[in-house]
């Protein structure tokens, strides 16, 4: 880079941006140039709908002129509450080629937040599905304004009514198939609002940008490796950062879609074998819940399907599982405010010769930065000094590129505080291995403080997923008198368990950990989980404070 | 597209670019970012050299320092003249990362073009392989200034003087391993300077910005679906269009290329299964090369190699025997102004059932634009208009998107003339195919005007090309009095081939094309070509009218 700046010179002369040379970087055109393309291709494969890529791309120009029609205007924002069927991904298209903003609202939220969300984003426009019918009614009741609703009446939603001024298909029905399909004059312009998932306080608005968008699904389909005969199963919520950008990198590759109304593990292994799919993501549970599927005597999948698995680390013994089934997981790592993954678990073919205990120990780690991410530090939270990479000393990870939010809506505070001094503060925990590979160690407020030790409470999850009769855990901190904090678990066990103690869960512990991270309390019960399946560690701390002051 | 512009609202408000979310797009920062996750993989493999990428980094940021230490600024012109060895990949990196410009000079000119190209681009240094000192030394010998020297000493190079002030290795070899590595702080500055091969006239210095370098490398290596794993041979100079930009595009992938000092095709057979190569590019005449060589009874190539294939439009037949051999091969077609490759020959699954000779037919078109490109059309190159998509009337092609060079260096006439009207004027002829997909008819100045009818010089070239004795073939004008023009044909025989008379071919052609098409002239001689190896029609074309003077 250079020391001095570019003085005037011959390339600094005459050589200027103009519409030849310089398109805003939006994924919206993909979805066009795949109709040119393949017009005739399965864009979209919902149970028994076949949509090609040329009725995709009409039916989002209807819906672009339908709402353009109802009065909505560049920068104003139509929100959705939809699953993953197809009119999920029109919208993906269909909104933004308008210049107004999608905001797609997580499905299992309660009617005061997506009140919250619906006032704080200032929607304009809203398409729901009847399946949610009841919370989004409530939901639009508790407004202060009016907002137009439009229904998706899908044969295949099993209950709800209708609570809209029309149905999507009336609302798009008599509305042209062409539409003007330009890039925004500016790639910072915004192209949808995700909310984050909050496990305290009100959710915050992060604002995607189209040329985030655009390069994050450019990255994410060449690391993901894809192309025109991939086919994606949507076991990820599209509502979940726009389905880690996948609704749009789809359509840079010309790829399929298979749509899944709700997650069914039973379900997502006949659709894998039927349209021999090659490409799904999902969070740890969905994993979990695919590997304890009763499948009886089967082959594994042919073609291997390429998993991308995000959240927190899924333990080894799950990634085992899914590879013997004929998955392939990759592991990813991000946040809302980084379009979802940011950094990859880049296989190395030197670990080829590892054994497979080793090898998953390895793959569990959250690795390094997408090739559209320009860099990631592990920093002291205190100094902000840079950590040695000796795989322990634990900081906070920090992310910058081009696929990093332009910011929160309406929260120039917040902004500024998660991308100060040049990077996105994640307030994620981890640490960097020698080889350059992060690992996530915890969610900052997630760390347990014992005598001075650093505890990942991943770390002792890790350990407890192990023991053949837990299905689930999370460890939290504990007051100690003595200690600051211990670690406390809670459990759930799998069905086929025979019972156990806490005493022997906590011996099979000692074996496992250190001694100062092994659990002093093992607590049977459910846990308490967030609308997109993270754990609510808040309640289970909530609890451990009660017990330690019994 | 918004009819509307985008009022003052939430989203333009307090969520601005930072160097948090905010990056220069450069294809640079690859390199980085290969050597931290994979620092003891093959990055390069040149016959006996093994590179590592931790050291192709490392030497990469000695280049740097060197070139800094030599006074080398900012804005300021490098120039090379190498062959596909190491050294030109590090150059790549080294040079553009201080600011600096990468002028890679076409090997095969003589003296006077390349005083002129080191006049015009203002070079500052030089680096020069040994092969090329007689035609460099003579070159430099005429430049009215001077300029820094610098001499790759190549064992592998079979002739040549020193003619530098010292060596590539004594320049770069006490320089620091580790330089700030970092994007340019303008994504639209100049990365490399690459002037057109000009088959009359002084070449064009075609400027290439770093945003148009990223996004090409990233659209190239998706849409060849590169990945870790993947192993590219050299074929193509590298001083073409920077490789076609996959100088840069293996290291978004941290794939491993394979240098070729110079273009052999039996030893491109015997590197691609040694190295199990899975992907090439080049020139249909580098293919013909391949296709000719006895190779006696081996098995087709395991994996498949895929050949991206650009240039004038390969004979059918020729693209059927790569395949035969393991070659699976894709069109391109593109200009040093479009970074190399534009649009792409996409597979269609609906082709799989056709005929062989219906699927080269297909194949053998120039396609779709690639993901990174915004828009083709092919208009009447008199009033401007959009041609009907028949596959039968001839316009010109024309380009918009970013990976459009920013113009040409010092010459803003012929920017403004090539960039007008928001769209990048290619000087090709072609259709458009009902499926949308375009076909090269020809160069604006090759076509044939006979009778008042356009013949493509390129579609009587695919007959002869088709006839078993016919080695190579171009066509020309021929000026007549009763025609205006009438089709001249040049052709070389194969080595293998029985005598033919002029009559047979003629009859030949009779069979394949309309008549009004066929050649008056068939002439048995060598076809003069450029140095990167077109054939030179004008020569033709003058011999043509001294014939018709005769």
């Known amino acids: ?129 009847r399946e949610f019918s009841d919370v989004m009614a409530e939901a639009v009741k508790r407004l202060d304004r009016s907002i137009i609703v439009i229904d998706i009446d899908d044969p295949l939603a099993s209950t709800g009514d209708l609570i809209g001024s029309q149905t999507y298909e009336a609302f798009i029905g008599n509305q042209p198939t062409d539409y003007a399909w330009q890039p925004p004059e500016d790639e910072w312009q915004a192209i949808s609002l995700n909310y984050t998932s909050g496990t305290t306080g009100n959710p915050k608005g992060v604002v995607y940008h189209h040329r985030g968008a655009y390069e994050a699904a450019m990255g994410n389909a060449l690391a993901f490796n894809m192309n025109a005969d991939s086919v994606y199963l949507w076991t990820l919520p599209m509502f979940h950062c726009n389905g880690w950008t996948f609704t749009w990198a789809l359509s840079a590759v010309c790829g399929t879609h298979i749509c899944l109304r709700r997650f069914d593990p039973e379900r997502v292994i006949e659709l894998i074998r039927q349209h021999k799919v090659t490409h799904m993501c999902g969070a740890p549970i ?51 405010e980084t379009y979802g993954p940011a950094t990859i678990c880049a296989w190395n073919r030197q670990w080829d010769a590892l ?37 322990e000393s634990i900081g906070e990870i920090l992310l910058r590129g081009n696929a990093v939010m332009s910011g929160y809506l309406k929260n120039p505070q917040a902004t500024e505080e998660a991308l100060r001094d040049g990077w996105f503060h994640t307030g994620d925990l981890g640490v960097l291995h020698p080889d350059g590979y992060m690992e996530v160690k ?30 689930e855990a999370a ?17 759930t066990l ?57």
Chains 1, 2 share one sequence.
């Open 286 to 336: 969905i994993l979990n819940a695919i590997v304890h599927v009763e499948q009886g005597e089967q082959p594994p999948f042919s073609p291997v399907v390429e998993v991308a698995v995000g959240g927190a680390a899924p333990p080894s013994a799950v990634i085992a599982s899914m590879e013997k089934m004929g998955f392939h997981v990759t592991h990813l790592y991000g946040l809302t």
């Open 475 to 491: 460890v939290v901190a504990k007051p100690s008198e003595k200690w600051g904090e211990t670690p406390c678990a809670f459990v």
């Open 1 to 129: 880079m250079p020391d001095q700046p570019i003085c005037e010179n011959s390339y600094t002369k005459n050589l200027p941006q103009c519409a030849a040379n310089y398109c805003a970087l939006t994924p919206l055109t993909f979805l066009a140039r795949a109709a040119a393309i393949y017009p005739e291709k399965e864009a979209i494969i919902y149970e028994e709908r076949r949509i090609s890529y040329l009725q995709f791309f009409q039916r989002c120009c209807q819906l672009a002129n339908a709402i353009t029609a109802a009065g909505i205007k560049p920068g104003d924002t139509v929100a959705v509450m939809l699953p993953n069927i197809p009119e999920m991904l029109e919208a993906h298209y269909g909104v933004p080629i308008t210049g107004a903003v999608l905001n797609t609202i997580n499905t299992r939220l309660d009617p005061n937040t997506i009140t919250h969300i619906l006032n704080h984003g200032e929607a304009k426009l809203l398409i729901t599905d």
């Open 494 to 550: 799998k069905t086929t368990a025979e019972p156990i103690s806490e005493q022997e869960i906590i011996a099979w512990c000692r074996e496992q950990l250190a001694h100062f991270k092994v659990p002093r309390h093992i607590l049977f019960e459910p846990l308490p989980k967030t609308s997109t399946g993270k754990v609510q560690k808040t309640l289970l701390r909530e609890k451990a404070l009660q017990l330690a002051s019994e």
């Open 355 to 391: 054994s497979p205990d080793e090898q998953a120990k390895k793959n569990a780690r959250q690795g390094v930065v997408l090739p559209m991410m320009a860099g990631l530090r592990v920093v002291d939270s205190i100094t902000g000094e840079e950590l040695p990479a000796d795989g």
């Open 442 to 471: 915890d969610r900052a407020k997630d760390i347990i403080i014992s005598g001075g030790e650093n505890i990942s409470s991943l770390e002792v999850e890790e350990a407890l997923f192990r023991h053949p009769a837990i299905l």
